[in-house]
Every structure is written in structure tokens, then in C-alpha cells.
């Protein structure tokens, strides 16, 4: 799918009604409701950068980020609108709830993003007043861990509620999934700031470093003693 992807370097240069344009708008269709194909389209990104490790994809990335974030965003605000609107009905919408919670919560890089992590913390907030959220017991979800770093103390709580679902982190191997999420805290907590991002046009998430200790405070009981980072 890596060659697939590159049709989208110019995507922003492309007029409205553009062949490339319309195939995004209809790959965002099936990724809204098909959980396989999100995982087959953040795995076909993982497996292109690591194969083409280079300078000369760096533009690529940085559209394709763009383009998820954007997506997951505006999927969000759509049904954030419709449970405001007492419009959401879980027979009829209840698939692209599960896709898009499963694919922030199994991607939480799309959390760095500060409009979507805003949208999403008020999707899974509302949602799980409703419904109160639950996930497979055979799957790891990485952005789960996210929620704990979160300001909002209601995310939090959710965050806990589902990490302990998912029971303590035992082996080495169980930490692998949430390596760049523990990086990127770590080292705000070394520098006090997240390295600038200039490259990235959609703002980011800022952290604060109160948020951050809370975060590992609640994460350190759910990893056992004898397994390192």
C-alpha cells in the first residue's frame, strides 16, 4: 500500500473535485466505520516509513498526518454535534463509535493534535455517561494510558477505569505499544516543554507538567515490578 500512499504528496495543491481528493473522501468513508481498514491504513503509513527511511518522504508524512488528523477530527465534531443534538442513535451509529474510539485509543499519536484530543475527550466523556465505555479484554489499547495524562479529571477517571480492564503491564514486551507515548512525557518532563513543531500546520496539545506527574502516578501501579521501560 506504500506506493497507494504517495498518489497523496500533493493533496493540497489538488483543486476540490480532483481524482486524489475523491479517493481521500472515500477512504475517510470506510475508515469511519471499518476497524480492519484502520488498521490496515496506520500499518501500511508504519510499514512505508520504515522502508523508505529518508529525507525525501519527510513532506509525504507530514501530509498523510495531516490528512488522519484532520479526518478523525471533523469525525468527531460530527458526532459530538449529533449526541448534542439528541440526533445519535447507537443502532444506526453505533459503528462509527467503535471505529473511532477504537482508533484513537489504539493510535494515540492522533492525540498530540489539540483539536482532536478537545473533540475526543468530549466524545468519550459524553459516551461513556450514556453508555459508560468498555473494551476487549484480549487487546492492549495504548491511548487508554493517554487519558491518565489528560487534564480534564473525569478522562482520567475513564482512563483508570479502562486501564484496569486491561490489567497490570507484566512483561517488557506489554510496554513495546506505549514506548513513543512514555517518550514523549519523559522528555517533557526533562526539557519542561515539547521540542517546537514547527513542521506540523494544525496546533498541538500543550502539556502541563502537573498533568504529566499525575499521569505517571496513575500509570505506575499498573506496571509490575521487574518490567523495565
Not at 506505549?178 to 518532563?189: G, S
Request: charge should be negative; include cysteine.
Amino acid at each position: 500500500m506504500g506506493p497507494f500512499l504517495e498518489m497523496f504528496h500533493g493533496y493540497f495543491d489538488e483543486q476540490e473535485n480532483s481524482l486524489v481528493r475523491t479517493i481521500w473522501s472515500r477512504i475517510s468513508q470506510e475508515l469511519g466505520i471499518c476497524t480492519q481498514c484502520v488498521c490496515e491504513h496506520h500499518q501500511a503509513q508504519e510499514s512505508f516509513d520504515t522502508e523508505c527511511r529518508s529525507g525525501s518522504i519527510d513532506p509525504l508524512q507530514k501530509v498523510l498526518r495531516h490528512l488522519d488528523e484532520e479526518r478523525v477530527t471533523k469525525h468527531l465534531e460530527k458526532i459530538n454535534a449529533m449526541i448534542q443534538l439528541k440526533e445519535y442513535d447507537p443502532s444506526c451509529h453505533g459503528a462509527e463509535v467503535v471505529c473511532i474510539m477504537f482508533e484513537v485509543l489504539m493510535y494515540p499519536v492522533l492525540l498530540d493534535d489539540q483539536s482532536l484530543a478537545n473533540q475526543f475527550q468530549k466524545f468519550i466523556e459524553t459516551i461513556d455517561e450514556s453508555y459508560e465505555v468498555s473494551l476487549s479484554t484480549n487487546q492492549q489499547y495504548p491511548g487508554v494510558y493517554a487519558l491518565l495524562f489528560f487534564k480534564s479529571g473525569k478522562a482520567r477517571a475513564i482512563g483508570l477505569r479502562l486501564s484496569r480492564s486491561m490489567g497490570k503491564l507484566r512483561k517488557a514486551v506489554d510496554l513495546e505499544p506505549l514506548q513513543p507515548l512514555l517518550q514523549k512525557y519523559i522528555n517533557f518532563l526533562d526539557a519542561e516543554v515539547l521540542p517546537s513543531t514547527p513542521e506540523f500546520s494544525r496546533p498541538r496539545v500543550q502539556l502541563q507538567r502537573a498533568d504529566v506527574w499525575l499521569g505517571f502516578k496513575s500509570l505506575y501501579p499498573w506496571i509490575s515490578r521487574g518490567t523495565c521501560f
